[in-house]
């Protein structure tokens, strides 16, 4: 049987052990293949054979609903692709299957233009992978982000306090939008649309002489405000060595403090959006995108990865996802919905 490797590249998202398994079980049910776990991401191929595990239908009983990936995830290790390829063929990989977001997807294309042969998986609780209108992930990501709005309503309406949640997404504001139109948010403020603080001031005014004395904020981590810059964690960036978001939602608090006579709270949900169970309709997906995987590596099918397009699970180029972020769309049909709602994007 032909040895086929699976690795789940960058950060976690609720949905990847269900693909590991689909992948898993369309292998020994369907196409045939024998499939080995790289552990950490593409980390496990920089150590030996302990970066190895063999995948059975034994190791990926129950895992349909875990959240987290049992190979372990790393957004830290950046190598380079010819080295992943000379590792697939040391440890005897007749092909690779690489569940990750734009940045592995992108390391994805440079091995396949390598001659590795490699499909892609598209993940990330960001949903901000070009070429897919959804990533598993995102699904479970929003909901937990609604479900917390409403309890934030009870307390601001209660405290009659404007409450502002940040969320991620560092580039894309999926989860803000979509958290906000599922949470009943009155203002989003998104990466693509610079907010201004003296506007966001005057909604929470206007809400207030309407007897509406409370104000939701869902803002997305990498939301900034006009001339500004994204907000930076600046002890977790020292500590890491890399840029890391946090506190956009505790400098608007300041700045409205400075504004408005009204009591401002800012919390952030941080990774408390990545783990957990993935809802049903992110194990349907990651499913049916872990089959499709597996089908197309085992048809030789490669260089290629799982689109999810108008409600259909089908294979795209490498080349419509690598090296792109998908944003949202300023003129999109999310973001028209929530202004024809009333929801403000502070601009
Ligand atoms: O998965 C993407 C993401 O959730 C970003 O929105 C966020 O900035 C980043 O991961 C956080 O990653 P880490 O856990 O490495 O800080």
């Known amino acids: 049987m032909r040895k086929i490797g ?15 398994r689909a992948v898993v079980l369309c ?36 895992l349909l609903w875990r959240g987290g990936s049992i190979l372990g995830c790393n957004n830290r290790y950046r190598g380079d692709p010819a080295f992943f390829v000379e590792r697939m063929k040391e440890l005897g990989l007749e092909g690779l299957i690489i569940v990750g977001g734009e940045g592995s997807l992108t390391v994805a294309a440079q091995m396949a233009a390598l001659g590795a042969p490699v499909v892609g998986v598209p993940k990330t609780i ?36 404007v409450m502002i949640l940040e969320v991620m997404g560092r580039n894309a504001g999926h989860i803000a939008l979509h958290g906000a139109l599922g949470g009943s948010a009155d203002i989003a403020l998104i990466p693509e649309i610079p907010y201004r603080p003296e506007h966001v ?70 990774h408390l959006q990545r783990g957990g169970a993935p809802t049903a309709f992110d194990r349907v997906l990651a499913s049916r995108m872990g089959v499709l995987a597996a089908r197309a590596i085992g048809s030789n099918r490669t260089n290629v990865f799982t689109a999810y397009r108008n409600s259909m699970v089908q294979l ?28 403000s994007f502070g601009d």
């Open 6 to 20: 699976i690795l789940t590249g960058g950060g976690d998202a609720p949905g990847l052990n269900a693909v590991l």
């Open 27 to 62: 292998a020994s049910n369907e196409v045939r293949l024998d499939i080995v776990g790289i552990r950490d991401g593409f980390g496990g191929f920089a150590e030996g054979d302990e970066g190895v595990l063999p995948l059975t239908r034994e190791s990926v009983r129950g």
């Open 126 to 161: 960001d949903n901000d992978v070009e070429g897919t209108d959804q990533t598993f992930g995102f699904d479970t990501a929003v909901s937990l982000v609604a479900d917390m709005c409403i309890r934030l309503i009870d307390t601001a309406e209660s405290h009659h306090r």
């Open 201 to 270: 001031a005057q909604v929470i005014a206007d809400r207030a002489a309407r007897s509406r004395t409370y104000t939701l904020i869902v803002m997305a981590e990498g939301a900034a405000r006009e001339g500004g810059g994204k907000v930076l964690d600046r002890y977790r960036t020292k500590l890491a060595g890399r840029e890391i978001l946090g506190g956009a939602a505790e400098v608007l608090a300041h700045e409205l403090r400075a504004l408005l006579d009204h009591e401002v709270r800012s919390l952030s949900l941080a």
């Open 316 to 343: 795209a180029p490498l080349s419509d996802a690598a090296g792109k972020v998908r944003r949202v769309d300023a003129g999109g049909r999310f973001l028209s919905a929530a202004r024809a709602l009333g929801i």
